[in-house]
Nanobody
Framework: QIQLVESGGGLVQAGGSLRLSCAAS????????MGWFRQAPGKEREFVAL???????NYADSVNGRFTISGDNAKNTVYLQMNSLKPEDTAVYYC????????????????WGQGTQVTVSS
């Protein structure tokens, strides 16, 4: 089992930036994807971004051009750089692991972190 721990959330003004980190307990092997999802109160958990084992990335339309996902294999860590933040970005952000290389559905992810709160004020 892979354990994932998110960090880096907090309170930021609209237009500001945050970098989230997701540290994995073990190095991943083979085909996989690491994804970021978010969930606001009363809303379904939604896809934000992913990076595959092959290095390809994918972003939700709502964050494309503002967020960047990246990884550091030596640290077993995935990052989400969030720029030009908007109040509607406010949510709990989760990192997750999928055994598929390009999964964008939450149902395709097997392991999840505990989440980190991101709050963007007006």
């Amino acid at each position: 089992q892979i354990q994932l721990v998110e960090s880096g959330g907090g309170l930021v003004q609209a237009g500001g930036s945050l970098r989230l980190s997701c540290a994995a307990s073990a190095r991943t092997v083979g085909m996989y994807a690491m994804g970021w999802f978010r969930q606001a109160p009363g809303k379904e958990r939604e896809f934000v971004a992913l990076i595959s084992s092959g290095g390809s990335t994918n972003y939700a339309d709502s964050v494309n051009g503002r967020f960047t996902i990246s990884g550091d294999n030596a640290k077993n860590t995935v990052y989400l750089q969030m720029n030009s933040l908007k109040p509607e970005d406010t949510a709990v952000y989760y990192c997750a692991f999928s055994p598929e290389s390009g999964a964008t559905s939450k149902y395709e992810y097997t392991y999840w972190g505990q989440g980190t709160q991101v709050t963007v004020s007006s």
